[in-house]
């Protein structure tokens, strides 16, 4: 069955330091995969799309990649700060497939 | 511009009560999702619509039901309630064929069955 899985440990770095969160999945080749960002007792909010072609892509302090052989994305955070502690989630998505199915989410931790 | 609003925030229920979570989204959306979150754990779709009239089963859609007769509403009811169905509940829309476009999520409702 198609599996995502993201690592259930939170992650604990310092302030400014690069924070590298993992997106693995199985059983199925996603066209895209989606990266959200929640905040305890918030709804998600939507951060990048990356598409399958694109191997990399870079938002301000955010970079993520997509290896279709490896079936793993990474989401890093360069320059890390106490304000981006929160839960990412990633969101592999099927060509044509409109149900979004989401892992279970990396709880990221900075501190000062 | 509200985006997607839920309602209510907090509810409790009895088991075997009824109740509807309603959601609504002003940003003419086509696709809408019901998700259910249960502490320390992902996203659960529950139900899906890609548009008035049409609607689909997501992972876990057993108790619940919706519908969607208009493109701003998408209503979930829980059909007599259990304590497993404690949990938070997500509304969210896309604007494009959900495959590419980025949901937006409302702040959820929190339900708690007892």
């Known amino acids: 069955s198609q599996k995502i899985e993201q690592n259930s440990e939170a992650l604990n770095i310092q302030e400014g330091k690069t924070a590298t969160l993992t997106c693995n999945y199985t059983n199925y080749s996603p066209a895209y995969l989606q990266w959200y960002r929640q905040d305890p007792g918030r709804g998600p909010v939507f951060l990048l799309l990356i598409r399958e072609n694109e191997k990399e892509k870079r938002k301000e302090r955010l970079k993520v990649t997509f290896d279709t052989t490896l079936k793993q994305s990474l989401f890093h955070i360069t320059a890390s700060q106490p304000a981006d502690s929160a839960t990412y989630l990633c969101a592999p998505i099927l060509t044509g497939f409109q149900k979004l199915v989401f892992g279970t989410g990396t709880r990221l931790l900075v501190s000062p | 511009n509200a985006g997607v609003t839920q309602t209510p925030k907090f509810r409790i229920l009895k088991i075997g009560q009824s109740m509807t979570l309603q959601c609504t989204q002003d940003?003419?959306?086509?696709?809408m999702y019901w998700y259910r979150q249960d502490p320390g754990m992902g996203l659960k779709l529950i139900y899906y619509s890609v548009g008035a009239g049409i609607t689909d089963k997501g992972e876990v859609p057993n108790g619940y039901n919706v519908s969607r007769s208009t493109t701003e509403d998408f209503p979930l009811r829980l059909e007599l309630a259990a304590p497993s169905q404690t949990s938070v509940y997500f509304c969210?829309?896309?604007?494009?064929?959900?495959?590419?476009?980025?949901?937006?999520f409302g702040e959820g409702s929190r339900l708690t069955v007892l």
């Open positions: 940003m003419n959306h086509n696709y």
């Open positions: 969210a829309s896309s604007y494009s064929s959900g495959n590419t476009g980025e949901l937006f």
